[in-house]
């Protein structure tokens, strides 16, 4: 990947069986690429890279290695993150962890359950802990549920984005949270690594 020196990397990387998560994704997307200099790749955590139960595509962590903000993205299945995507959790092991390759990236979170309140944060908790232990450093929603002018953060998540489908679609809401939450990220990074250079 060829990087040029005021450019900020994010990467969004998520499972979607539905396409529910990926919407979502595609609105951190959005609300990130809003920001001058940012790059923005979404990866999509494919079933068939995954064997034995654990998720083999080296190529996907390459790809992280540069990234300067990673976000997580999973449906939440069974009060917790989607197998698919524990797989690709539990694939980062090794010298990304015991040698902390990610210390120091912007970390986030995406989830969304078909219920208002799913056990969604415990997906996100979990995101939040997988960060930690890799040395990562976590970005948290800062909107006010019920505070804000145009209703945004309506399920009240403040450790992460959390949304809930309306019919097939994601709720709009929902859906502008994400876009919001994206901005702010890649500001988050811009200013992180002003910072960090000075
Ligand atoms: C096996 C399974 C378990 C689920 N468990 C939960 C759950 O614990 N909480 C919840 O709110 N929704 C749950 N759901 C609903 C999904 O999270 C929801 O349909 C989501 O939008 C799917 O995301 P996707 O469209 O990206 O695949 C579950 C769905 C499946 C298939």
Known sequence: MNTTKNERYIAIVYFSANGT???M??????????VDGTRVRQ?????????????RNPETYRV????????????????????????FADGISGPRYSEQLWRGKLAA??????????????????????????GMIWMNLDVACGHHPDGLNR???????????DGTDVNALDLDTA???GQQLAETVHRFKRVSEW
């Open 43 to 55: 990866i999509a955590i494919q079933g068939k890279d995954i064997v034995e139960g654990r998720y």
């Open 25 to 34: 994704a595609g609105q951190v997307a959005e609300g990130a690429g809003q």
């Open 109 to 134: 979170g995406l989830t969304i359950g078909g219920c208002p309140n799913g056990d969604q944060s415990a997906s996100l908790s979990y995101m939040s802990i997988m960060a930690s232990q890799l």
């Open 179 to 181: 876009c919001y939450f």
């Open 155 to 165: 399920l009240g998540s403040h450790l992460g984005l959390t949304a809930q489908p």
């Open 21 to 23: 998560t990926a919407a």
């Open 64 to 87: 992280l290695d540069q990234m300067d903000a990673i976000v997580f993205g999973s449906p939440t299945y069974m009060g917790g993150p989607a197998a698919q995507f524990k797989a």
